[in-house]
């Protein structure tokens, strides 16, 4: 009776465990959006959803372009490996609306900066939104130090 008395019971816990699991994963995969602080003249405040930090800068995407694939050159010391590859985007025009930059960070985490030509909600002026993707579920500090270096590299 001894070693019985230990397990006794065991099965109620564990239908309350997995629903409450199951919950727990659900609400950290929802799109629940936080502002964040950013180093980022241009919009001192960031949005951060589903794993992806979301700014915007006053620049357009061909310069933002160049200080994103500098900033990823730069970020040895952060464990940004090094850039793997990128996906531009053009108009029919051929301008440069979009491009996404992929690096690979220590632990094979995959670093993604997507870019892309937007309007400013507020103001209605042309503007470039970054989001910045750290590893597969996202990490908001090395995020955050993505947008930190595109600025320095922005001169800003």
């Not at 816990?13 to 409450?20: A, D, E, G, I, N």
């Not at 502002?35 to 980022?40: P, Y």
């Not at 503007?127 to 800003?156: F, P």
Request: glycine share 12%; hydrophobic share 40%; proline share 2%.
């Amino acid at each position: 009776q001894g070693r019985g008395a230990l397990f006794e019971g065991s099965g109620t816990h564990m239908k309350h465990l997995l629903p409450l699991a199951a919950l727990v994963g659900l609400v950290s995969l929802s799109g629940c959006a936080t502002q964040i602080g950013v180093d980022n003249p241009d919009n001192s405040t960031a949005t951060w959803s589903a794993g992806t930090l979301t700014t915007t800068y006053k620049s357009d995407v061909a310069t933002v372009f160049a200080a994103a694939k500098r900033a990823l050159d730069g970020m040895r010391d952060v464990g940004v490996v090094g850039r793997t590859g990128e996906t531009p985007e053009r108009s029919e025009l051929g301008e440069l609306t979009g491009v996404t930059v992929f690096a690979r960070a220590l632990g094979d985490a995959q670093v993604r900066v997507t870019i892309t030509k937007a309007i400013d909600a507020n103001t209605g002026n042309d503007c470039t939104q970054v989001d910045v993707r750290w590893g597969l579920a996202g990490n908001a500090q090395q995020s955050q130090q993505v947008i930190h270096r595109i600025s320095q590299n922005l001169g800003r």
